[in-house]
């Protein structure tokens, strides 16, 4: 009945959402029967066949009116177009309801085939059957909310890529150092090839890489630096890094050998496509003061120095953004209107955010980008993260470094973070739209 | 003496331009020094480029390139580097005009240096759409625009305007002289004319920054006792009958205070007929561009 490759495809899925399987494992370790599971699992998680369901409901519903339009009225009309177009967005929910159906009936059909007088079909269902119960629990609890709350707000715009904002905190020096080594971390993972361990083959460079602006610390080590990461998902992955990081080791300096703690803070911008109009939704070109550094006195010919240095002030939101790390005040500009747009973008984003979180109640950690989300403790070679409960990674050089491995260094790390954090949000949205759906039902009964 | 090199420009510049030109030098360096190149960290060194830089040679002329817009422009002595006003009004006039391959235009340059005006636009405007005809005085700097027109990838024939790219051709010619038209390279009328002639008066030229005075050419710069008188050159070149197309625009870059003086010189322009004029300011507020347009009689 299921295909080899299908049920690989399956087991593939389960070891990827490994941490998900806690609540699927309530329904895959013990011994219930087939349909003893089928009505565990539907009753637990009535809401969420709910929630499905009434998509699958509102697609049947259009189709049939779009098919009166087709017949009766006006095919090219907008309210006909708004209407199939929507039919398709919804074309998954009808997809998945179907697999979930067959996997449904597949589970009763097979475990009536155990005890079946034909000891060949026997042997052929006890060989099936094992692959099914984590088919339709993984259907039910990982597909449905992932198809129900579609991923990270940012997906609605159309990001060409981060922007990461790092600043030196607290321990001056050691600090800065710290930072300069996050700096190689990310640009390491962001911009090098890396080798798949299985087939040997060299995978190219994740996404691109570029340092916008960077301020070296007159002692070392660098104060401040704007890093652009070009490429699609860079922003779902890399927003990830948002907050204040923290390290712990005896910095080169202190010669009496004590530990130090430093910090530095990231930020991570999402970044629109560039596009040739300066001037978009996010801001109107008259709130934008556009300064030139410095007197020049009479300019033009009389002076040949290179003051490129630009500072773009935008009144509305007194965000301020100075570039003057290319030779030419053109990109210097260019660079300037990218980063301002980057920032009132993410202005956007956290009130997005931040109003829907109003009526929630628990909040995903460390979106509170002053909290301290991760610490790199050197004398005890481990890299711990505050937001994923139990997160800890031994080796931090091979984090810090890279080591190459798909899966391992410092993408495993982030990896998990997001994992954990795609869960989170998963879970919240789920759960505010279960509490909608019992305000109505309830509703639907006072009126009744 | 690196150390006293690098003290010295922070003391000459302020530490922040300063550190953005010694990183500006190692990325040469880095970038000259690679792999196949000429260059060894040997030859080059960061101390070598502080000396020169702090002995008052332009950074420019040392690093031997300057951007300009999207171009990156080769630069040399003497020829004059481009500067930041000069940019940013180009830019803007690209901007504000948009020839296409059906209706390309022709354009004169006068004195082009390092050809940066007219190579912006062959850059920024779609190909077969513009002609650019770029003069000067100068032997080097007729050689050096037609190197970085190579540079950047713009075709350097000299055809009627058949021709599907976008080129240009530069030459030397002095535009001050009577039998200017003479020159049969010329092919008038023009629909646009360009020029930041030398416009620096006989008292500012004594104060320059020794940067400029002792490095560019004085024959880039200067521009006779009152500064204006490449104006007037070009205020007779342009009144010569068929010097310009109907419908032209005329854009000259000006000194900080000279700009209603030169307005008038083209507002005196015998035998066309001003539509418009406007004087742009550049980035830090001063009066920098005149630009006319005319409109048929
Ligand atoms: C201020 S520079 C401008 C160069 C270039 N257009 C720019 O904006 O960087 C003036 C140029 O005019 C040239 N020039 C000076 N007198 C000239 C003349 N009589 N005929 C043609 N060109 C002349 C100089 O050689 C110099 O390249």
């Known amino acids: 009945m299921f295909s080899l490759g299908r049920r690989a495809h399956f087991a593939f899925r389960l070891v990827r959402h490994a941490s998900l399987s806690s609540r699927e494992s309530k329904y895959l370790t013990g011994t219930h029967t087939g349909p003893e599971l089928v009505k565990m699992l539907e009753t637990d998680n009535s809401k969420i066949l709910k929630l499905v369901r009434r998509k699958v409901d509102e697609r049947t519903a259009l189709m049939a009116e779009a098919e009166q339009i087709a017949i009766n009225g006006d095919p090219s009309s907008q309210e006909y177009r708004d209407k199939t177009r929507r039919a398709s967005e919804l074309l998954v929910f009808q997809d998945a309801w179907s697999s979930y159906e067959s996997a449904k009936s597949n589970l009763l059909e097979t475990h009536t085939l155990l005890s079946h007088p034909d000891p060949d079909m026997r042997d052929l269902a006890t060989e099936e059957y094992p692959s099914l119960p984590p088919t339709l629990t993984s259907l039910l609890l990982t597909t449905f909310p992932s198809l129900l709350v579609p991923p990270s707000s940012s997906s609605q715009h159309n990001l060409a890529g981060a922007l990461m904002d790092l600043k030196s905190g607290v321990g001056g020096q050691e600090s800065s150092l710290f930072l300069s080594e996050l700096l190689r971390m990310y640009t390491r993972f962001a911009g090098s090839k890396s080798v798949d361990e299985e087939t040997g083959e060299v995978i190219k460079a994740k996404w691109g890489v570029t340092i916008v602006q960077q301020n070296d610390a007159d002692a070392g080590g660098i104060k401040d630096a704007i890093v652009e990461i070009k490429g699609k998902g860079a922003y779902d992955l890399m927003r990830w890094e948002s907050g204040v990081h923290r390290v712990q080791r005896v910095p080169a300096t202190d010669s009496a050998g004590r530990v130090h703690t430093s910090t530095v803070a990231v930020i991570v911008l999402p970044m629109l496509e560039e596009s040739d109009k300066v001037e978009d939704e996010l801001f109107k070109m008259d709130d934008v003061k556009i300064e030139v550094m410095r007197a020049r006195g009479a300019g033009g010919q009389h002076v040949n120095k290179t003051e490129s240095a630009v500072r773009l002030t935008h009144t509305p939101t007194g965000i301020t953004v100075s570039m003057q790390d290319e030779r030419s005040q053109h990109q210097n500009r260019r660079r300037a209107f990218q980063v301002l747009r980057a920032r009132l973008l993410d202005l956007k984003l956290s009130a997005d955010i931040a109003s829907r979180r109003a009526t929630r109640r628990s909040l995903v950690k460390g979106a509170d980008r002053s909290e301290k989300i991760r610490t790199y403790n050197w004398a005890q070679d481990r890299i711990t993260d505050h937001r994923v409960p139990g997160l800890t990674v031994r080796g931090l050089e091979g984090v810090m470094e890279g080591d190459g491995r798909v899966g391992g260094g410092f993408g495993g790390l982030v990896g998990r973070v997001e994992e954990w954090g795609r869960e989170v949000e998963v879970e919240e949205c789920l759960g505010e739209m279960m509490e909608a759906l019992d305000k109505e039902e309830g509703q639907g009964e006072v009126g009744k | ?297």
């Open chain 2, 1 to 297: 003496m690196l150390n006293n090199f690098r003290a010295r420009l922070i003391s000459q510049l302020g530490r922040a331009q300063a550190n953005s030109e010694i990183k500006w030098m190692n990325q040469f360096i880095v970038d000259s020094t690679g792999p196949g190149a000429k260059a060894t960290a040997n030859t080059l060194r960061l101390e070598d480029l502080l000396r020169r830089r702090v002995g008052g040679e332009p950074l420019q002329y040392i690093l031997g390139t300057q951007p300009f817009g999207q171009l990156d422009l080769l630069v040399r002595p003497p020829t004059l580097i481009p500067r930041h006003e000069t940019e940013e009004w180009s830019l803007k006039l690209a901007k504000a005009t948009t020839p296409c391959p059906s209706a390309p235009i022709t354009i004169l340059d006068l004195g082009t240096g390092t050809g940066c005006i007219p190579l912006l636009f062959a850059t920024i405007w779609p190909q077969g759409s513009v002609h650019a005809h770029a003069v000067d005085i100068s032997e080097h700097a007729v050689r050096l625009s037609t190197e970085n027109a190579l540079r950047a990838g713009v075709s350097t024939r000299n055809t009627d305007a058949k021709e599907a790219r976008n080129t240009f051709t530069a030459f030397r010619a002095d535009y001050t002289q009577d039998k200017f038209w003479e020159d049969p390279r010329l092919k008038p009328p023009y629909n646009l004319v360009t020029s930041n002639p030398p416009y620096i008066p006989l008292q500012e030229y004594e104060e320059l920054p020794p940067s400029v005075r002792l490095y560019e050419d004085k024959q880039a710069l200067y521009g006779g006792k009152d500064g204006l008188d490449f104006y007037r050159s070009i205020g007779r070149v342009l009144g010569f009958p068929g010097a310009l197309a109907s419908e032209a625009t005329i854009a000259l870059e000006v000194g900080h205070d000279q700009a209603s003086q030169v307005a008038e010189i083209v507002e005196r322009i015998p035998r066309i007929d001003i539509g418009s004029l406007e004087i742009w300011k550049d980035a830090w507020g001063k009066d920098r561009t005149v630009v006319a347009r005319t409109h048929e009689p």
